[in-house]
Nanobody, 119 residues
Framework: QVQLVESGGGLVQSGGSLRLSCAAS????????MIWYRQAPGKERELVAG????????KYADSVKGRFTISRDNAKRTIYLEMNSLKPEDTAAYYC????????????WGQGTQVTVSS
């Protein structure tokens, strides 16, 4: 079955960096776009960054452009989210999802990893 397992979250000071990972199994990883979303308490889940299946086309939320970088390693069946210059407003649970395209909401999600940025 499809499994997505996020890791790498934690507590970091404002201005710091974290790298999130999402390990995938149970499907042909290279055939799907992969997307990072986040959800802060009391807010809707929002797209952070997405990467297409083969061409590596990326999409970012305006709020993270220039600070976050999404990448994928199809051989390792893993996607990454490199987060730099973190701000308190980046505090949220981060989820990876499997999708048919970077513009399409995922139909499978991981369990999430918490990122907390202190001021």
């Amino acid at each position: 079955q499809v499994q997505l397992v996020e890791s790498g979250g934690g507590l970091v000071q404002s201005g710091g960096s974290l790298r999130l990972s999402c390990a995938a199994s149970g499907f042909t990883f290279s055939a799907y776009a992969m997307i990072w979303y986040r959800q802060a308490p009391g807010k809707e889940r929002e797209l952070v960054a997405g990467i297409s299946s083969l061409s590596g086309v990326t999409k970012y939320a305006d709020s993270v452009k220039g600070r976050f970088t999404i990448s994928r390693d199809n051989a390792k069946r893993t996607i990454y989210l490199e987060m730099n210059s973190l701000k308190p407003e980046d505090t949220a649970a981060y989820y990876c999802g499997r999708s048919s395209g970077v513009e399409i909401r995922p139909n499978y999600w991981g369990q999430g990893t918490q990122v907390t940025v202190s001021s």
